[in-house]
């Protein structure tokens, strides 16, 4: 069974309202600062607005980066490992 749509009752268009969330996220400002920069883009959108959208789908876009970076990851099989090693312990020099 398919999930519904989250955007399925909003006037806005999704990709405005990914870009509005997504830039309160991202970068450090204010959500009037979000208003004026999408304002000067010719979207004409308030505050609060932008504070509802970031409640409702903040989680959503965050889940969605993790699994991205997740994916990323695993798609390279990148391991971490240590092949050899010195330790000095008491001013001694070891090799592991």
């Given at each position: 069974?398919?999930?519904?749509?989250?955007?399925?009752?909003?006037?806005?268009?999704r990709e405005i309202i990914?870009?509005?969330?997504?830039?309160?996220?991202?970068?450090?400002?204010?959500?009037?600062?979000?208003?004026?920069?999408?304002?000067?883009?010719?979207?004409?959108?308030?505050?609060?607005?932008?504070?509802?959208?970031?409640?409702?789908?903040?989680?959503?876009?965050?889940?969605?980066?993790?699994?991205?970076?997740?994916?990323?990851?695993?798609?390279?099989?990148?391991?971490?490992?240590?092949?050899?090693?010195?330790?000095?312990?008491n001013g001694e020099r070891?090799?592991?």
């Amino acid at each position: 069974m398919t999930r519904p749509c989250p955007f399925k009752y909003f006037k806005t268009s999704r990709e405005i309202i990914r870009l509005a969330v997504m830039m309160y996220v991202r970068f450090p400002l204010s959500l009037r600062n979000v208003e004026d920069l999408l304002h000067e883009r010719g979207i004409d959108v308030s505050h609060e607005a932008v504070r509802f959208w970031w409640h409702r789908f903040g989680p959503m876009f965050a889940a969605e980066i993790r699994k991205r970076r997740i994916e990323g990851m695993r798609s390279s099989q990148w391991r971490w490992h240590l092949d050899e090693m010195f330790v000095k312990i008491n001013g001694e020099r070891h090799y592991l």
